[in-house]
């Protein structure tokens, strides 16, 4: 499961009294119930337990639930469980937040308000929980509604630059989607968390995240990365690099990973390219700048020379072209991340990741302190199964997803 991103919020404006209606029909202030509250049927309940060892009380913890309940219509969660639609209007409602002079909606609700518990909407697409310490997350909504801005961690000025946050992601739909979650590091890491899935009806019992404190794995974040990925660390957060400008093309590390790119492009034209995984077999030589190749001896398709920037937002040349095309792109984004490209027999052996001088310092660093090993360090971290992912074998509903909040 990779990472999803939310709508741009540059979009044509809605017809002013249509925006005016659905404002006032938004407005109405949610209520505070005691413990959970009636989801209907295919709900299931999502319980936080706070696990900060007494820095955060219950009224300090901030949750902020949006997704798709109804395909390509955001809607954020109110504090009695029920969806509501995002509006913008809602930035000027009583009770919004407000930042640096600017207006946001209020679409968070703290542990304290709830119980500790919610109910799952029966579907929700892109679900996103967001979890925020000492001050709620700031949400700026499109104008027409149509989609909501995320937390910019290259821009030193967001809102949110100065608030302690992480988020869980999933995805279900009962009856027809199963559900699929995880929490993540492909952006940043904030404090630890742990997911326990649990489903009664197929013994379905995992848990995943990071359950070490939040001092632990910053001092040995710092101990144990390499030069170039130390300065992605600072007291709110750790960015990963594919979030950061010293990643990115004109950022001080933008050439991290153009060597070891460049030898593996230069073995391969010298050397036939075979990956052989899930019994799907992929063949070619690289001529050039682009490697083509074929898949189970159909083909011929394309691969493009990827750059270092590239490998560490696994985007650009590694996720275009057809699906044949972004399926070998994936591989090799993971390879490179993973310091493996140049044997392929290594891409699907766990024990030889990151062992490599060239490599993703921050991503390996994650797999140290995850449960089991496990951690989405960077968006194709589930290619071999490496990631935090938990996904169910049906589209029931989950017992209970149970988040921890660590310290």
């Not at 936080?48 to 997704?67: E, M, P, S, W």
């Not at 995992?206 to 359950?211: A, E, L, M, N, P």
């Not at 044949?324 to 493996?340: D, P, S």
């Amino acid at each position: 499961m990779t990472t999803r991103r939310t709508l741009p919020l540059t979009v044509p404006v809605l017809l002013a009294a249509l925006i005016a209606l659905v404002a006032a029909l938004l407005w109405a202030p949610a209520r505070a119930v005691a413990g959970l509250a009636q989801g209907g049927p295919g709900s299931f309940p999502i319980t936080f337990r706070n696990d900060t060892r007494g820095a955060y009380t219950d009224a300090q913890v901030f949750i902020t639930v949006l997704g798709q309940v109804t395909p390509g219509q955001w809607s954020y969660m109110k504090p009695d469980g029920s969806m509501a639609h995002i509006n913008h209007l809602d930035a000027t409602a009583p009770g919004h937040l407000v930042k640096n002079g600017v207006a946001y909606p209020n679409m968070s609700f703290t542990l304290a308000r709830v119980g500790g518990t919610v109910p799952s909407p029966p579907s929700i697409r892109g679900g996103r929980i967001y979890v925020s310490l000492g001050s709620p997350v700031f949400f700026p909504v499109s104008p027409d509604d149509q989609g909501w801005g995320g937390p910019d961690l290259r821009n030193p000025h967001d809102p949110n630059s100065d608030v302690y946050l992480d988020w869980y992601e999933y995805t279900y739909v009962k009856g027809e989607v199963a559900f699929g979650g995880n929490t993540t590091q492909v952006d940043q890491f904030g404090f630890p968390m742990t997911s326990r899935l649990r489903q009664t009806s197929s013994g379905h019992d995992t848990t995943r995240g990071i359950s070490r404190t939040r001092a632990e794995v910053m001092q040995q974040y710092a101990a144990s990365v390499g030069s170039a990925f130390k300065p992605l660390q600072n007291a709110y957060r750790i960015v990963a690099p594919r979030s950061s400008e010293l990643f990115l093309a004109g950022g001080a590390q933008q050439n991290h990973l153009t060597a070891a790119i460049d030898r593996a492009w230069a073995f391969y034209t010298t050397h036939p390219f075979v990956l052989t995984r899930h019994g799907e077999t992929f063949s070619g030589r690289v001529s050039g700048s682009t490697l083509t190749f074929s898949k189970n001896g159909a083909g011929p398709f394309t691969l493009r020379k990827p750059t270092s920037p590239d490998v560490m937002a696994c985007a650009g040349a590694l996720a275009s072209g057809n699906d044949t095309e972004k399926q070998l792109g994936a591989e090799f984004c993971a390879a490179f991340n993973r310091g493996v490209a140049l044997d392929t027999g290594a891409w699907y052996t766990p024990a030889a990741y990151y062992g490599g001088a060239a490599k993703n310092d921050y991503a390996g660093y994650f797999h140290t302190v995850g449960l089991n090993g496990r951690a989405y360090g960077f968006p194709y971290d589930d290619v071999n199964d490496q990631s935090s992912v938990q996904i169910l074998g049906n589209a029931e509903p989950p017992t209970e997803l149970t988040l921890g909040i660590g310290w």
